[in-house]
T-cell receptor, first 114, second 117 residues
Framework: AQSVTQPDIHITVSEGASLELRCNYSYGATPYLFWYVQSPGQGLQLLLKYFSGDTLVQGIKGFEAEFKRSQSSFNLRKPSVHWSDAAEYFCAVGARGSQGNLIFGKGTKLSVKP | ETGVTQSPTHLIKTRGQQVTLRCSSQSGHNTVSWYQQALGQGPQFIFQYYREEENGRGNFPPRFSGLQFPNYSSELNVNALELDDSALYLC????????????????FGPGTRLTVT
């Protein structure tokens, strides 16, 4: 069955520290991978996506993610976290022919300590 | 450029009632997807509309239905509401050139919070 696992429900980091949010997927076809961020009371905003090519992708707000096929992972990273990054982060996977049918993980809530 | 808007923001309904949620897609987009996000969960795909036709459906019963209008706005209708229908309903729009291509970048609205009592 297709699935996305985000092992960490809640992560707290200090402002200025580095961040890595984990995402593992299980998908039979070629995966198309996304990271979204959701602030309280807001919809989801796309941070970055991976379709093909370079396995290290850059996104908005200083985020990047690395696709590792051998580990079925697509971890999100940021070298220095800002207080405004506190939000919930969702990893999602889609497939060719299913433009709207993204399968989301349960999310990781990020808290930032001053 | 106008983003995706949804109405209403919040809604309280009683079990057994019917509800209609509305979504205006981003300017220039022709595809709308609807997702249900229960508390503490990631969004779950309900269905997608492309050029006024349903183009894919998730694991939701037929009492969840939708429409897309010529201006690409959309409605989600839920009949015979159940307590478990309480959730945030998200609409996302995108620009697709067909029905068999790559997943398109979706732009999400702020959602409608539905509470069923």
């Amino acid at each position: 069955a297709q699935s996305v696992t985000q092992p960490d429900i809640h992560i707290t980091v200090s402002e200025g520290a580095s961040l890595e949010l984990r995402c593992n997927y299980s998908y039979g076809a070629t995966p198309y991978l996304f990271w979204y961020v959701q602030s309280p009371g807001q919809g989801l905003q796309l941070l970055l996506k991976y379709f093909s090519g370079d396995t290290l992708v850059q996104g908005i707000k200083g985020f990047e993610a690395e696709f590792k096929r051998s580990q079925s992972s697509f971890n999100l990273r940021k070298p220095s976290v800002h207080w405004s990054d506190a939000a919930e982060y969702f990893c999602a996977v889609g497939a060719r022919g299913s433009q709207g049918n993204l399968i989301f993980g349960k999310g990781t809530k990020l808290s930032v300590k001053p | 450029e106008t983003g995706v808007t949804q109405s209403p923001t919040h809604l309280i309904k009683t079990r057994g009632q019917q509800v209609t949620l509305r979504c205006s897609s981003q300017s220039g987009h022709n595809t709308v997807s609807w997702y249900q996000q229960a508390l503490g969960q990631g969004p779950q795909f309900i269905f997608q509309y492309y050029r006024e036709e349903e183009n894919g459906r998730g694991n939701f019963p037929p009492r969840f239905s939708g429409l897309q209008f010529p201006n690409y706005s959309s409605e989600l209708n839920v009949n015979a509401l159940e307590l478990d229908d309480s959730a945030l309903y998200l609409c996302a729009s995108s620009l697709a050139s067909g029905t068999g291509g790559l997943p398109y970048e979706q732009y999400f609205g702020p959602g409608t919070r539905l509470t069923v009592t």
